[in-house]
């Protein structure tokens, strides 16, 4: 089998431990025809500017800023795309793959023509047996999204960008992430790209890897912000009117009460929150602070 040209992009946010250890279980893969670009997205921190020292044979692209996660991603990609890459896979730095993880993606992707996303088995870092996700479905009144719960290969609606094979036909059919929501819901809106576009999603369990789960996020104090306004503007952007007007009436008065309770005692994520859905009505997308001078 001649196996295709795979381009692995790593985005790292000030995390360079985390990023080194993804990076070492990505040049212990066992395929024979890929390469490695690292993002760094704006890092401070100066171990972040120096991994490519320790690891000569990947490309180092720098971001002077910030662009999240879509934007920075869409860099390493657009990289990959033009020095001919046939399949892209995206990992988040906070991701360990098994060494024979590429190649059981590739296996079934070549193998089905129509497949344009294929995604792995993700377990927790901390908890090495339990599936943390198995690709993922919507629940599209509710604006909810899902474990598939998927145990062998089959089609799904979307799969997490911490660990997604996409080819090449795909990305330039449907574009690239959508750098408006900058975190959270691009992968998942990515997903339904691919579906309207007549391309399967699909899930592999026979791929693994393990996820530290949310390392960025963490020290990245504005997360409500984005998971309250990104809900919206998916929601918005992709729904059917019908389950639009359903989630928008009936289900997200819920999400606001169980948000404010959620951060009854934390002022400073109930008050992101709020921004968030103030901005979704504004029409203020991307970074946070973007509109405020």
């Known amino acids: 089998m001649s196996w295709p040209e795979v381009w ?13 250890e993804c ?8 395929y024979s025809n890929y390469k490695v670009i690292l993002v760094d997205n704006g890092s401070r921190e100066p171990a972040s500017l120096s991994l490519n020292e320790k690891f000569p044979s990947l490309i180092f692209l720098r971001n002077e800023e910030n662009l999240g996660f879509a934007g920075g991603n869409n860099v390493g990609i657009r990289y990959a795309l033009e020095k001919g890459a046939d399949y892209i896979f995206l990992l988040n730095n906070d991701v360990v793959v098994d060494r024979f993880c590429l190649k ?11 497949i344009g996303a294929i995604g792995p088995s993700i377990y927790f870092y901390a908890e090495p047996q339990k599936v943390y996700s ?4 919507l629940i599209w009144w509710k604006g909810r999204l899902a474990h598939a719960r998927a145990r062998e290969v089959r089609e799904i609606d979307f799969l997490t960008a911490c660990a997604l094979l996409v080819k090449r036909e795909v990305i330039e059919k449907v574009g690239l992430l959508e750098p408006a929501y900058f975190l959270y819901y691009e992968d998942v809106e990515w997903g339904v790209k691919m579906n309207e576009a007549g391309f399967k999603v699909i899930f592999c369990p026979q791929a693994k890897v ?7 996020s963490r020290v990245f104090s504005e997360e409500p912000y984005y998971r309250g306004r990104n809900r919206l503007l998916f929601m918005k952007r992709n729904a059917k009117e019908r389950d639009w007007w359903i989630f928008i009436v009936l289900i997200f008065p819920l999400v606001i009460l169980k948000n404010f309770f959620r951060y009854l005692f934390n002022p400073k994520g109930w008050k992101y929150f709020v921004e968030g859905i103030c901005d979704f009505k504004k029409g203020q997308l991307g970074p946070k602070n973007a509109h405020r001078y």
Do not use: C, Y
């Open 134 to 137: 198995s690709g993922g479905r």
């Open 23 to 30: 990076l070492k279980s990505v040049f212990d893969l066992d």
């Open 8 to 20: 692995i992009v790593v985005l790292n946010w000030n995390r360079a431990k985390d990023t080194e």
């Open 104 to 114: 059981e993606l590739i296996k079934v992707a070549v193998d089905k023509p129509r």
């Open 210 to 216: 393990w996820h530290k789960v949310s390392q960025t």
